[in-house]
Nanobody, 127 residues
Framework: QVQLVESGGGFVQAGGSLRLSCAAS????????MGWFRQAPGKDREFVAS????????DYVDSVKGRFTISRDHAKNLVYLQMSSLKPEYTAVYYC????????????????????WGQGTQVTVST
């Protein structure tokens, strides 16, 4: 079973930057589309960003477009979320997720479409 481990979360002031990393334990990462989700206190988990197997297709929730960049490194079994110009409303637990797919350019934005999840990493943005 694929295991995902997120890292890179922490405290940052508004306007600052963080880079989250997600390490995958299995070779199935190579045929998995990946995504990042977040859950703020008292709210449902929501989609943040996704990337295709190839890395050639990406998508973002509107509120982070132009601020966040998702990328992946197949050689290292890693997926990243570079976050810039952070806002206090981005405070949440950020989760990495993945699913195997035969479609190398397809991206997935719905929580139900993902098969495996990390434990999450806390991001706190102060004013």
């Amino acid at each position: 079973q694929v295991q995902l481990v997120e890292s890179g979360g922490g405290f940052v002031q508004a306007g600052g930057s963080l880079r989250l990393s997600c390490a995958a334990s299995e070779h199935t990462f190579r045929t998995s589309a990946m995504g990042w989700f977040r859950q703020a206190p008292g709210k449902d988990r929501e989609f943040v960003a996704s990337i295709s197997v190839s890395g050639g297709s990406t998508d973002y929730v509107d509120s982070v477009k132009g601020r966040f960049t998702i990328s992946r490194d197949h050689a290292k079994n890693l997926v990243y979320l570079q976050m810039s110009s952070l806002k206090p409303e981005y405070t949440a637990v950020y989760y990495c997720a993945g699913r195997e797919t035969d479609y190398w350019y397809r991206i997935y934005t719905a929580e139900r479409e993902y098969e495996y999840w990390g434990q999450g990493t806390q991001v706190t943005v102060s004013t």
